[in-house]
């Protein structure tokens, strides 16, 4: 069985080659090995967005075919709105009861944003709660691993805190004790011995290690047929201390993501004007590349430059080859090119790249109804999940009345 894998995207405008080289290209890659869940996170939008809705509804379907465009296979891949699934908002209801405040408030993001975003006012309790309404978007698909980068690592942690004082709260239940000894015995006495000391080793010394061998042990004797589904789920919460596992802790995935800066210099982002769009047109590609900063010290066409201080250095490093690099190398430093000159194997291969975005976005642009019937199929197998999850999480907390 293919491990599930779960991510989101705000839609807040066009999406821009930041978007794209940053997670949308590592979507693609995995729809193929990983059975993906990708949801437009317009609830999250109104975090920062609640006073300027029009942006969020008109971005929500634009941003749905710039992913269609980039390759995402709605034969491969679950594409949903979250904000169609209420169950999200019951998760995070729920949740929210028995998370601790100072959880939260320690999340390194929320004091940068707050920094950041000064011209708006985030002094919200969607704002300050946000990182759990993201841990309830991953719990409720159960998903395995959450495809992030280094700098996102923390919001999958508080995500893995989160199931775990979850399950710790409500993963027990009257007959716990009686429970696991009947699934330690469905193993056999040398099996559960194994496991018995890999919980030790790892509730004792922290051992990572020994948890992941008598996980392993576990899941193979699910897949042979010794144990059930439910006793497999109690041994691996018995393994970490806690009970049942109700909600899967999810891992992080680290991906491979190619950093662009904006054409300033400073972090590509669409609310400093600073953005190359995925389906903009070759003459605006054209025009924003020409006009990008570059080296301060080339204030004249003989003036050498120094190609790792400028921007336009960090495209060539995604977008040109290393003949291509070399070149500018040499020419940047002795001055033998111009910026202009520089620039245009950029532009040649920024161009070469969006082609087939804007071949496979105009089909959809012809035909709205099929984006929207996309996401119709993919909200309804979302919801399956969902609901799923949400009977057990009522079952686990004593709400099934």
């Given amino acids: 069985m293919r491990s599930r894998v779960l991510s989101g995207m705000r839609p807040t405008g066009a999406l821009h080659l930041g978007h794209y080289h940053g997670a949308l290209k590592n979507w693609v890659r995995l729809q193929d090995d990983h059975d993906c869940f990708y949801f437009v996170a317009d609830w999250h939008a109104l975090t920062t967005h609640y006073e300027d809705r029009a942006v969020i509804e008109k971005s929500v379907y634009e941003m749905v075919i710039d992913w269609l465009a980039a390759g995402l296979d709605p034969e491969k891949a679950t594409l949903f709105i979250q904000s169609r699934l209420p169950e999200h908002a019951e998760l995070f209801t729920l949740l929210a009861m028995g998370t601790p405040l100072g959880w939260l408030e320690r999340m390194p993001t929320y004091k940068d944003q707050i920094e950041k975003l000064k011209d708006k006012d985030l002094a919200t309790y969607g704002f300050l709660g946000y990182p759990l309404l993201q841990a309830a978007d991953i719990l409720i698909y159960r998903a395995s691993h959450v495809p992030v980068g280094e700098d996102q690592a923390a919001h999958v942690e508080i995500t893995r805190e989160v199931a775990r004082r979850f399950n710790h709260l409500y993963g027990r239940a009257a007959d716990h004790a009686e429970q696991v000894a009947a699934a330690l015995a469905a193993l056999g006495k040398d099996d559960a011995r194994y496991v018995e000391k ?26 042979a047929g010794t144990l059930t589904a439910d006793q497999t789920e109690l041994l691996l919460g018995h393994l970490k201390g ?4 109700v909600l899967t802790e999810p891992g992080v995935l680290l991906t491979e993501t190619s950093k662009l800066p904006g054409l300033d210099g400073d972090k590509m982002s669409k609310s400093r004007g600073n953005t190359v769009a995925m389906r903009d047109e070759p003459a605006v590609v054209t025009q924003k590349v020409r006009g990008m900063k570059t080296d301060p010290a080339r204030a004249r066409r003989t003036d050498p430059g120094t190609p790792e201080k400028c921007p336009v250095w960090e495209f060539h490093k995604v977008y040109t080859d290393a003949d291509t690099r070399a070149w500018v190398q040499q020419g940047c430093t002795s001055a033998g090119i111009g910026c202009l000159d520089c620039k245009q194997p950029v532009i040649d291969a920024i161009l070469r790249e969006q082609q087939p975005w804007r071949d496979r976005a105009e089909a959809y642009l012809a035909n709205p109804k099929q984006v929207h019937w996309i996401v119709e199929m993919g909200t309804e197998r979302a919801r399956t999940v969902a609901r799923q999850t949400m009977k057990d999480v009522r079952e686990a907390m004593g709400l099934n009345y």
């Fill in 198 to 223: 890999q919980r030790k080793a790892y509730g004792q010394d922290g051992n990572a290690e020994a948890l992941a061998k008598g996980e392993a042990l576990v899941r193979k004797a699910q897949n």
């Fill in 242 to 245: 806690s009970g049942k596992s």
